[in-house]
């Protein structure tokens, strides 16, 4: 079966699929599956039987065609149909609960960014990738992955993906209840103070920043009863992105003020970046510019203290999806700066390196 009949009975599945014939469509995509020589072709048809599947709850079969659609996409040797693979692996493992497989796979998707298609499965990817956390009750990294493919279906007006990730909020929202009544009933302090925190990060994720105040002054009383100072700095983040949204910009900056001093007085460098972060944003707002530039330098010294810049082209690691490689000294780089320098030794201090793909 050549190209041009390959698309034509693609197409004629799509058809009867669509027609809710779903069974002869199955059978239609499956004769291409056999007969067709157009790697492209086989590739869009085992995407068509992935998605049908999925759609059936036939979880398994949707896993096997995912394996082999790996295998054609490896044969094209084209980076937006590895991607795309490398995803459908990760959400057919979701499907059937294998969360740290799917926490692997929707990694290898991030870490091969840098084409159109790959950049427009970004909130797909994080969806999936919030699911396996959630299935894992890794609340906090769930919700972070959430809000950003909440993001990303907000900036692409992507109202399918807007409701997926609403149900899984939903789903987030009904164990976060169950935690908190097992944290109650057994006077879980720490516990309680964790899920009021995650209660007010969900509210605040639906810009629903009245509902998420109190339940930020709740967790961010517990926090404090319990000594918890970097809890405190958490809720105090998420506090100044409330009054960032409602443009409250000087409030803002006193939840930031009290956040920072937390912060260094735990020398948890993390935090500051993030405050350095925020900061800017506000100060470029406000078109303060003494004030954004003090920011964006001690924003780019905590990169520096925590070596989170590339030792090659030297910048800075995570601003944008990048493909990375550690070397066994533990120093991470650009991929693309490795390969094209062919160093086979670490610049940051000189140790081996391992050959290259190692990650």
């Given at each position: 079966m050549g190209q041009d009949q390959t698309k034509q009975q693609i197409e004629k599945g799509l058809h009867l699929y669509q027609s809710n014939q779903t069974e002869k469509a199955l059978r239609v995509w499956?004769?291409?599956?056999?007969?067709?020589?157009?790697?492209?072709?086989?590739?869009?048809v085992l995407g068509c039987l992935i998605t049908a599947h999925a759609e059936m709850g036939r979880y398994k079969d949707m896993l096997k065609f995912a394996v082999v659609q790996i295998d054609t996409a490896r044969e094209l040797e084209d980076?937006?149909?590895?991607?795309?693979?490398?995803?459908?692996?990760?959400?057919?493992?979701?499907?059937?609960?294998?969360?740290?497989?799917?926490?692997?796979?929707?990694?290898?998707?991030?870490?091969?960014?840098?084409?159109?298609?790959?950049?427009?499965?970004?909130g797909q990817v994080s969806l999936s990738m919030g699911n396996a956390f959630l299935g894992l009750s890794i609340f906090q990294k769930a919700l972070e992955c959430f809000e950003k493919a909440l993001r990303y279906a907000h900036n692409n007006d992507d109202k399918m993906l807007e409701c997926?990730?609403?149900?899984?909020?939903?789903?987030?929202?009904?164990?976060?209840?169950?935690?908190?009544?097992?944290?109650?009933?057994?006077?879980?302090?720490?516990?309680?103070?964790?899920?009021?925190?995650?209660?007010?990060?969900?509210?605040?994720?639906?810009?629903?920043?009245?509902?998420?105040?109190?339940?930020?002054?709740?967790?961010?009383?517990?926090?404090?009863?319990?000594?918890?100072?970097?809890g405190l700095v958490q809720v105090l983040l998420g506090m100044t992105k409330c009054w960032m949204i409602?443009?409250?910009?000087?409030?803002?900056?006193?939840?930031?003020?009290?956040?920072?001093?937390?912060?260094?007085?735990?020398?948890?460098?993390?935090?500051l970046l993030k405050l350095h972060c925020l900061c800017e944003r506000i100060y470029r707002t406000k078109e303060q510019q003494r004030e954004l530039r003090d920011h964006v330098v001690k924003f780019h010294e905590c990169v520096e203290e925590m070596e989170?810049?590339?030792?090659?082209?030297?910048?800075?690691?995570?601003?944008?999806?990048?493909?990375?490689?550690?070397?066994?000294?533990?120093?991470f780089f650009h991929l693309k700066c490795l390969q094209t320098n062919g160093t086979r030794g670490c610049p940051n201090c000189r140790r081996l390196s391992v050959k290259p793909g190692y990650v």
């Amino acid at each position: 079966m050549g190209q041009d009949q390959t698309k034509q009975q693609i197409e004629k599945g799509l058809h009867l699929y669509q027609s809710n014939q779903t069974e002869k469509a199955l059978r239609v995509w499956m004769r291409v599956l056999e007969k067709s020589a157009d790697p492209a072709g086989r590739f869009r048809v085992l995407g068509c039987l992935i998605t049908a599947h999925a759609e059936m709850g036939r979880y398994k079969d949707m896993l096997k065609f995912a394996v082999v659609q790996i295998d054609t996409a490896r044969e094209l040797e084209d980076p937006d149909f590895l991607t795309e693979s490398y995803l459908n692996l990760a959400r057919s493992n979701e499907k059937l609960c294998e969360f740290q497989k799917t926490i692997s796979y929707c990694k290898t998707c991030l870490n091969m960014q840098g084409t159109t298609v790959s950049l427009q499965l970004n909130g797909q990817v994080s969806l999936s990738m919030g699911n396996a956390f959630l299935g894992l009750s890794i609340f906090q990294k769930a919700l972070e992955c959430f809000e950003k493919a909440l993001r990303y279906a907000h900036n692409n007006d992507d109202k399918m993906l807007e409701c997926r990730v609403c149900c899984s909020l939903g789903n987030f929202y009904t164990q976060i209840k169950e935690s908190m009544k097992i944290a109650l009933q057994h006077g879980d302090r720490p516990l309680q103070a964790l899920c009021l925190l995650c209660f007010a990060d969900i509210h605040r994720s639906r810009r629903d920043v009245q509902t998420a105040f109190p339940r930020y002054d709740s967790s961010m009383s517990i926090m404090t009863e319990i000594g918890n100072r970097l809890g405190l700095v958490q809720v105090l983040l998420g506090m100044t992105k409330c009054w960032m949204i409602q443009k409250e910009l000087d409030k803002a900056l006193e939840s930031i003020e009290k956040a920072q001093e937390l912060a260094e007085g735990l020398g948890n460098k993390l935090s500051l970046l993030k405050l350095h972060c925020l900061c800017e944003r506000i100060y470029r707002t406000k078109e303060q510019q003494r004030e954004l530039r003090d920011h964006v330098v001690k924003f780019h010294e905590c990169v520096e203290e925590m070596e989170l810049y590339c030792g090659m082209c030297g910048e800075s690691i995570g601003e944008k999806n990048n493909q990375l490689q550690a070397l066994p000294c533990s120093h991470f780089f650009h991929l693309k700066c490795l390969q094209t320098n062919g160093t086979r030794g670490c610049p940051n201090c000189r140790r081996l390196s391992v050959k290259p793909g190692y990650v």
